[in-house]
């Protein structure tokens, strides 16, 4: 009885939507979920900057078709006020809304520009154990010839917050080689309270931000302050690597795929169909079609000649090859 009761509680998933990209970005991410099958228990929050001294412009969301549409879809708009962050590093932003969500109520954080393929029904999340995207590249930090190294640079943050260095580590890995030390996409995240989870996070952020370890002198933190920050508040929070079965977040159920035209670039036929029947409703493209890469992208055929200059089964290594060549080919747009 217990397991199908915690099977039934609600959860809160959290994306930020604001003016620009990111309100078109929310509306693709709230159709799929529609589309998804996911049951009305997962309940969807459109997390909205609110206008203060730390945004030089209104950051909300001011086209009242786009926010209806949202309402529509299932979506609750949520309002947040930006304290610490702002336009100076937009990013923050995943960090302040987790403390306008319901207290106590388990959460799922996913960045903006994700599709959900799947019903989130069929993900077993144990939101007392958190963890992060594990679909990552060895982007921070980035070692200096003279500097320190991977271990000293990690071990001086969890000293700093009085964490366990040590069983943070991945063993079956190198000495030396990124992938030994937690680090995560910061693409989604999830935990039994948003708000045990975000002031930690704010805290850590800020404490980085503001008196970084002398061994971060050399590392820059924009944009990467969040992922560096994560895998500690994970590590503290009980949490780790792989707490969900492979495959499914980044995988099977969801998709993150960052721009649109990667998505067309490298994501299975399956994600593409999935995009196209999602834009096709009047409704959804005439709220679409305001932004000009989203109308060139997906209405107007840019997006199937990115495809084109893809094979699927052999992409390059690395993502950055695939913006270079996309760019190359003058598709590139965001």
Same mark, same amino acid.
């Given at each position: 009885?217990?397991?199908?009761?915690?099977?039934?509680?609600?959860?809160?998933?959290?994306?930020?939507?604001?003016?620009?990209?990111?309100?078109?970005?929310?509306?693709?991410?709230?159709?799929?979920?529609?589309?998804?099958?996911?049951?009305?228990?997962?309940?969807?929050?459109?997390?909205?900057?609110?206008?203060?001294?730390?945004?030089?412009?209104?950051?909300?969301?001011?086209?009242?078709?786009?926010?209806?549409?949202?309402?529509?879809?299932?979506?609750?708009?949520?309002?947040?006020?930006?304290?610490?962050?702002?336009?100076?590093?937009?990013?923050?932003?995943?960090?302040?809304?987790?403390?306008?969500?319901?207290?106590?109520?388990?959460?799922?954080?996913?960045?903006?520009?994700?599709?959900?393929?799947?019903?989130?029904?069929?993900?077993?999340?144990?939101?007392?154990?958190?963890?992060?995207?594990?679909?990552?590249?060895?982007?921070?930090?980035?070692?200096?010839?003279?500097?320190?190294?991977?271990?000293?640079?990690?071990?001086?943050?969890?000293?700093?917050?009085?964490?366990?260095?040590?069983?943070?580590?991945?063993?079956?890995?190198?000495?030396?080689?990124?992938?030994?030390?937690?680090?995560?996409?910061?693409?989604?995240?999830?935990?039994?309270?948003?708000?045990?989870?975000?002031?930690?996070?704010?805290?850590? #952020? &800020?404490?980085? @931000? /503001? %008196?970084? !370890? $002398?061994?971060?002198?050399?590392?820059?933190?924009?944009?990467?302050?969040?992922?560096?920050?994560?895998?500690?508040?994970?590590?503290?929070?009980?949490?780790?690597?792989?707490?969900?079965?492979?495959?499914?977040?980044?995988?099977?159920?969801?998709?993150?795929?960052?721009?649109?035209?990667?998505?067309?670039?490298?994501?299975?036929?399956?994600?593409?169909?999935?995009?196209?029947?999602?834009?096709?409703?009047?409704?959804?493209?005439?709220?679409?079609?305001?932004?000009?890469?989203?109308?060139?992208?997906?209405?107007?055929?840019?997006?199937?000649?990115?495809? #084109? &200059?893809?094979? @699927? /089964? %052999?992409? !390059? $290594?690395?993502?950055?090859?695939?913006?270079?060549?996309?760019?190359?080919?003058?598709?590139?747009?965001?």
């Amino acid at each position: 009885m217990a397991r199908k009761a915690a099977q039934a509680q609600t959860v809160n998933l959290v994306i930020v939507g604001q003016a620009g990209r990111l309100q078109y970005e929310a509306v693709l991410f709230a159709a799929s979920l529609a589309a998804s099958g996911t049951s009305d228990r997962f309940r969807l929050f459109v997390a909205e900057p609110q206008p203060g001294p730390l945004w030089p412009t209104d950051p909300r969301i001011k086209d009242a078709e786009t926010r209806e549409l949202l309402r529509e879809l299932g979506a609750t708009i949520l309002p947040f006020d930006s304290l610490h962050f702002g336009a100076a590093y937009p990013y923050g932003n995943k960090i302040e809304a987790l403390l306008a969500l319901p207290k106590g109520e388990p959460f799922v954080f996913f960045d903006t520009d994700t599709l959900v393929l799947s019903p989130l029904d069929d993900v077993p999340f144990d939101f007392k154990r958190p963890t992060a995207s594990m679909r990552r590249e060895g982007t921070w930090p980035q070692i200096e010839l003279y500097g320190p190294g991977y271990t000293d640079i990690w071990k001086s943050l969890y000293d700093r917050f009085g964490l366990d260095f040590d069983s943070s580590l991945d063993l079956s890995q190198p000495d030396e080689y990124w992938q030994r030390y937690l680090y995560f996409n910061a693409g989604f995240f999830f935990y039994e309270c948003p708000h045990v989870f975000g002031q930690r996070f704010l805290d850590y #952020a &800020l404490a980085i @931000r /503001d %008196d970084a !370890p $002398r061994e971060l002198v050399c590392q820059s933190l924009d944009p990467w302050l969040d992922q560096v920050a994560l895998p500690l508040v994970i590590h503290a929070l009980g949490g780790g690597r792989a707490t969900l079965p492979d495959g499914l977040l980044d995988g099977s159920v969801t998709c993150h795929y960052r721009v649109l035209p990667l998505l067309y670039a490298r994501e299975p036929d399956s994600v593409v169909d999935l995009l196209a029947r999602i834009t096709e409703p009047n409704r959804v493209k005439k709220v679409l079609k305001q932004y000009d890469p989203f109308k060139r992208m997906i209405y107007q055929n840019r997006g199937s000649k990115v495809r #084109a &200059l893809f094979d @699927r /089964d %052999d992409l !390059p $290594r690395k993502e950055q090859a695939i913006r270079n060549q996309i760019k190359r080919e003058g598709f590139w747009m965001r």
